[in-house]
T-cell receptor, first 114, second 112 residues
Framework: NAGVMQNPRHLVRRRGQEARLRCSPM?????VYWYRQLPEEGLKFMVY????????ESGMPKERFSAEFPKEGPSILRIQQVVRGDSAAYFC????????????FGDGTRLSIL | AQSVAQPEDQVNVAEGNPLTVKCTYS??????LFWYVQYPNRGLQFLLK??????LVKGSYGFEAEFNKSQTSFHLKKPSALVSDSALYFC??????????FGKGNQVVVIP
């Protein structure tokens, strides 16, 4: 019974390159969330998606960041033209429904920008 | 505005002693509160939640949390700490539209 799967676990990019982070939710889960964790800080909400729809992207930076959850395949968080400040751990979570159902987290992708 | 505060940076406790991790919240409307634990290089694991009903909520691995509306608190507790409980603990508040607001986390160190 696989949990939330994120890959890669570690990603190194040079400034100006693109970073693509992938997330496969738990089986049966159709709600996906992306969070960013900076050192010694809690998780910050970025975006909430359901299949083929962005429901809430109020936590996403206005530029360079985008997310999708296609009908087939994993959810993708895409960061274009990365900068040093994008270095962080990015976590994906999924839930079986909305509201107060617990969110189940993947092990994260640690993005390092050289 | 909604927020969660975890006032202590690190909690040190001897193995076998009671463990408490503090959390206070601020929200308009009913509070829906969660505790998660994070081990090194891993994602967050759900421990327990308070939605309504009994103020004492029991969760995984022997943890429980007490909801106190008058003090706007939701402290996490364990009667007898284990070395394996050493981890980062996050309190979270649901604030609508499927969003969670997390506290900054507390590092728990259980000393053998």
């Amino acid at each position: 019974n696989a949990g939330v799967m994120q890959n890669p676990r570690h990603l190194v990019r040079r400034r100006g390159q693109e970073a693509r982070l992938r997330c496969s939710p738990m089986k049966g889960h159709s709600h996906v969330y992306w969070y960013r964790q900076l050192p010694e800080e809690g998780l910050k909400f970025m975006v909430y998606l359901q299949k083929e729809n962005i429901i809430d992207e109020s936590g996403m930076p206005k530029e360079r960041f985008s997310a999708e959850f296609p009908k087939e395949g994993p959810s993708i968080l895409r960061i274009q033209q990365v900068v040093r400040g994008d270095s962080a751990a990015y976590f994906c979570a999924s839930s079986a429904g909305g509201g107060v159902k617990p969110q189940h987290f993947g092990d994260g992708t640690r993005l390092s920008i050289l | 505005a909604q927020s969660v505060a975890q006032p202590e940076d690190q909690v040190n406790v001897a193995e076998g002693n009671p463990l408490t991790v503090k959390c206070t919240y601020s929200v308009s409307g009913n509070p829906y509160l969660f505790w998660y634990v994070q081990y090194p290089n891993r994602g967050l694991q759900f421990l327990l939640k308070y939605i309504t009903g009994d103020n004492l909520v029991k969760g995984s691995y022997g943890f429980e949390a007490e909801f106190n509306k008058s003090q706007t608190s939701f402290h996490l507790k364990k009667p007898s700490a284990l070395v394996s409980d050493s981890a980062l603990y996050f309190c979270a508040l649901y604030y609508g539209n499927n969003r969670l607001a997390f506290g900054k986390g507390n590092q728990v160190v259980v000393i053998p």
